[in-house]
């Protein structure tokens, strides 16, 4: 059984909690007493119906509140595949938490209303999923029955997405008209839109093909941990611990390691179930190299004829996360780019995004919370890194206040400058 | 051809290695929290894995309430005994002596709340930087929401609306001295999740999570066990029942479900079946209000 991790997007008007509720219903996740408490506290609250967005709103200051604050966990399964799904709020001001929860995503679902069309906040969303690279994107064409069943709708939505999302770069785009509330589409077909001769909703998440979605091609190993036994009987080992970023090793291999530029052979890959004839993403492995070099946390084995950059100028898009400072030229932070932190010295702010019209604001000179633009910025020590669009994780890194500690700013590193 | 396809199980291991690994590399003084309980002794299996064929670079760490199940502390001692890892034991019935807390009377009495006096202090008395522990998100909805770093203030807090945002596999330790971790790693594992590996790893568990025969009586819609350290109400009656217990935490107050799953196929045919979650079926101490995770959480509980 395969994981699939995605990201939901939407608003509670949009049905998105009716549809998580759904798919958690409907694939017997959601269990007896969870309902039962969530339909005790609707009840006590007067709601008229049982309402299912209790179970996603799990703190006490949401519930209160009657809003979505964090990124939410939820996990179901079926007999083909286990899904992990980031549930984040879909409001400007949440632009962080979907950041969040879309870094890691296979999948993303964005949810439209059929009654509104593609408004900014679809397209916002969509613009983030093309942004973190989520390699495939659902648009959930919602409450179909309110329009009708009606096809032309749905063409007409459908068409008014596709030319928008020309202009981003999206892998795998798949429509999908369904109502939430009555189940068409969600995991059964619907009997009303007889019209509609692609997959559900769960059929989808089942079937669409993400093992190739990895990089393959790339041999990069962070080196996360050094592995020395300090006992008679292992005396002279010596392990890289690390996960794997992209590419295939196997022992036998010729290895470079950065950034000393030293190479050796893969002696072994081992794990702590025994040794592998092969390592790929995202296993955590221990490499043991056939010669004695020096290699520490920090350092990154490659191919030698297929090496990531290496450099100190660094060209990317930020999402700005802090609600008590702003990004500007001149700032000093902390980076952490794999397994290996650094300083950064932020030379420009060259523009901000709206990320509702895709428009470049040139003339900004800062970033606030919640907002995505594009720096340049130099390294205290060269990173070892691919673009983003080739490597979601040696393309990544995040920045964090050195006087607070919190993490304020993610980046997507489109190369160098 | 080789598919290159990782089953989720091993994705889910993959993922907590590096976890427990990367909190060894930049933490000075981890610690991992052992109950005893499944999910610690899965986590604890991670890091035997994570450093193999080194030692577990950190000692474990029990918050012994002194209403232990027997059994649950031979099976922690012989782990100990096997893996050669150091135990530090924080004691609640310490606490208690020492005057740091009351304990609660009453049949309902539970020593659940003050173990988190226990765990603080052990964190204090050791510097510890960092605590693993084996909570599980699927688990109860507060910790659908809490982060696999999550950053603790100098009064051990946690605060919901303060989190670090946790993005790709990067995680942020930073911290200043007298604040520290909780770092869970199996997060993302449900409680089947834990089951299968357990039975793919062949992994020795205290029998208690099988079926067995067992003096108890009924409380609150749940089977207790008959112990010395709770007293029953005059109109309960103990009987003997074929039962297993879902979760092992205090005997006070985890509740056994009647079953006759006495291998681990049947125990995972039963979990997969089982409609209602574990915390529900068998804690007594998330009953007691509606928020009651959170509210602990917050307090500095696991």
């Known amino acids: 059984m395969e994981l699939l991790r995605l990201a939901t997007a939407g608003s509670v008007d949009d049905g998105k909690s009716t549809l998580i509720g759904r798919l958690l219903y409907d694939s017997k996740t959601i269990f007896e007493d969870q309902l039962e408490a969530i339909e005790a506290t609707s009840a006590q609250r007067g709601d008229e119906h049982v309402n299912l967005a209790l179970l996603t709103d799990g703190l006490r200051a949401e519930r209160e509140q009657g809003i979505t604050i964090d990124v939410a966990y939820r996990y179901f399964a079926t007999p083909r595949r286990k899904f992990i799904m980031a549930d984040t709020p879909g409001h400007i001001q949440y632009t962080r938490n979907m950041v969040t929860g879309a870094s890691t995503a296979d999948l993303a679902i964005v949810l439209i209303d059929a009654r509104h069309g593609v408004i900014e906040q679809s397209r916002r969303h969509a613009f983030i999923a093309s942004l973190l690279r989520i390699p495939h994107l659902v648009l959930a064409v919602n409450k179909m029955d309110l329009v009708g069943w009606d096809k032309e709708v749905f063409d007409e939505i459908r068409e008014d997405f596709t030319k928008f999302a020309s202009k981003l770069d999206i892998v795998d785009l798949t429509f999908i008209p369904m109502s939430a509330l009555l189940g068409d589409n969600v995991v059964d077909r619907s009997a009303n839109m007889p019209w509609y001769e692609g997959s559900t909703l769960l059929h989808h998440m089942e079937e669409v093909h993400i093992a190739s979605d990895r990089n393959m091609v790339d041999v990069r190993f962070p080196v996360q941990y050094v592995i020395r036994p300090q006992s008679t009987e292992h005396h002279d080992y010596r392990g890289y611990a690390g996960q794997v970023n992209g590419g295939v090793m196997k022992p036998g291999d010729e290895v470079m390691v950065l950034p000393s530029g030293f190479t050796s052979t893969i002696e072994s890959i081992e794990t702590g179930g025994g040794p592998v004839a092969e390592a790929f993403q995202p296993m955590s492995v221990t490499i043991r190299l056939a010669d004695d070099i020096d290699v520490s946390r920090g350092d990154m084995l490659c191919r030698p004829q297929n090496q990531p950059e290496v450099g100190q100028d660094i060209d990317a898009m930020v999402c700005w996360m802090s609600e008590s400072s702003s990004l500007r030229a001149g700032q000093k932070l902390a980076i952490k780019h794999t397994t290996k932190w650094a300083r950064a010295l932020i030379k420009d702010v060259q523009y901000r995004l709206d990320i509702n019209t895709l428009h470049r604001i040139e003339d900004a000179d800062d970033l606030s919370l919640n907002e995505i633009g594009r720096i340049k910025f130099r390294t205290t020590q060269p990173l070892f890194y691919d673009k983003y669009t080739r490597n979601r994780s040696t393309g990544s890194f995040i920045l964090v206040d050195e006087t607070t500690n919190a993490t304020v700013g993610a980046g997507m590193i489109l190369g160098d400058y | ?302």
């Open chain 2, 1 to 302: 051809m080789t598919t290159y396809q990782l089953s989720h199980v091993a994705a889910l291991e993959a993922e907590a290695i590096h976890i427990i690994r990367e909190i060894a590399a930049e933490f000075e003084r981890p610690a991992m929290l052992f109950s005893g309980g499944k999910d610690s002794i899965v986590m604890l299996h991670l890091a035997i894995k994570a450093f193999s064929p080194a030692k577990v670079p950190f000692p474990i760490m029990h918050v012994d309430t002194g209403h232990n199940f027997e059994e649950v502390i031979a099976y922690r001692d012989r782990r100990v005994e096997e893996t050669g890892i150091r135990l530090v034991v924080a004691s609640v019935q310490e606490a208690i002596d020492k005057g740091m807390v009351v304990e609660e009377t009453g049949p309902r009495a539970s020593r659940n709340g003050l173990q988190t006096v226990a765990l603080l202090q052990g964190i204090e008395d050791h510097g510890f930087d960092a605590l693993f522990g084996g909570a599980r998100r699927d688990e109860e909805k507060a910790r659908a929401k809490e982060r696999v770093l999550s950053y603790r203030d100098e009064f051990s807090q946690w605060d919901p609306k303060a989190q670090r945002p946790e993005l790709w596999n990067l995680y942020n330790g930073r911290h200043n001295m007298g604040e520290h971790f909780r770092v869970f790693p199996i997060s993302n594992w449900t409680e089947l999740d834990i089951w299968h590996y357990i039975r793919d790893e062949n992994i020795d568990i205290p029998h208690v999570y099988y079926a067995h025969k067992r003096e108890v009586f009924l409380r609150d819609n749940m089977w207790l066990g008959v112990t010395p350290f709770m007293s029953m109400m005059e109109d309960e009656v103990s009987e003997e029942r074929l039962v297993r217990f879902r979760t092992i935490g205090d005997a006070t107050c985890t509740g056994a479900v009647d079953s006759a799953a006495d291998t681990i196929d049947k125990v995972i045919e039963e979990v997969a079946a089982t409609r209602i979650t574990e915390r529900g079926a068998t804690r007594a101490d998330d009953r007691r209000t509606e928020a009651a995770m959170e509210d602990r959480k917050k307090e500095g509980y696991f």
